[in-house]
């Protein structure tokens, strides 16, 4: 009796997983081709089996891909609300990659409502994990994220000091490169220089 439990359990777990592991990509896929709207009703409906069957790794990627889609057709609210979700299951949870991600995403979002001392808080998180994970686009992305809240701010020298530091660490990635020379023009040009 205890194997036939043991053999149901493992295969109802793997069937969960099959499921679940076929949600998250298709919700990918809707996601890349743009149908934001379409990737949140999919989400949605996988959500109750991440749930259930309390699998944290799960339930932090369904909740950022709710909050990126609502992110992108611009409901700014509802992308925190799935952020801040995503960022309390992580603390369950080993995936140090998506925690730097949620964090860069929740100061993009704050950095979009005009809350840029909230968006410093999470991209200086955002840039310890990125360190210790020596993702280096990723903190070329962070430093100049910083940098424009910084010069919302209207602090100059702290905004400048972060852009230089993108610049100086990305010699790879030529659009990153181009983003944060211009951001740096744009900084002096506030600056009146």
């Known amino acids: 009796m205890k194997t036939s439990l043991l053999i149901l359990s493992f295969v109802l ?29 999919l989400i949605n409906s996988c959500l109750k089996v991440a749930i259930d069957s309390k699998d944290k790794d799960l ?7 709710l909050g990126i889609n609502y992110y992108n057709i611009g409901e700014l609210d509802s992308a ?11 603390k369950h949870t080993d995936n140090k990659k998506l925690e730097s991600m949620v964090y860069n995403e ?32 990723s903190l070329c992305r962070n430093f100049n994220n910083i940098g424009n809240s910084f010069t919302n701010i209207m602090l100059i020298d702290s905004a400048l000091f972060y852009y230089n ?3 100086k660490l990305n010699n790879i990635n030529d659009k990153l490169q181009a983003s944060t020379l211009n951001n ?10």
């Open 13 to 41: 777990a793997s069937i969960t997983n099959a499921y679940s592991d076929n949600c998250v990509q298709k919700s990918q896929e809707l996601f890349k081709s743009a149908q934001y709207k379409q990737s949140i009703k």
């Open 59 to 65: 339930m932090s990627n369904l909740y950022y891909g």
């Open 80 to 90: 925190l609300k799935y952020y801040l979700m995503t960022e309390f299951s992580l």
């Open 106 to 137: 929740l100061a993009i979002t704050y950095i979009d409502k005009g809350m840029n001392h909230k968006a410093i808080y999470y991209l200086k998180k955002s840039i310890d994990l990125n360190t210790q994970l020596v993702r280096i686009n």
């Open 165 to 167: 530091k993108a610049l």
């Open 184 to 193: 740096i023009s744009s900084t002096y040009y506030k600056k009146g220089d």
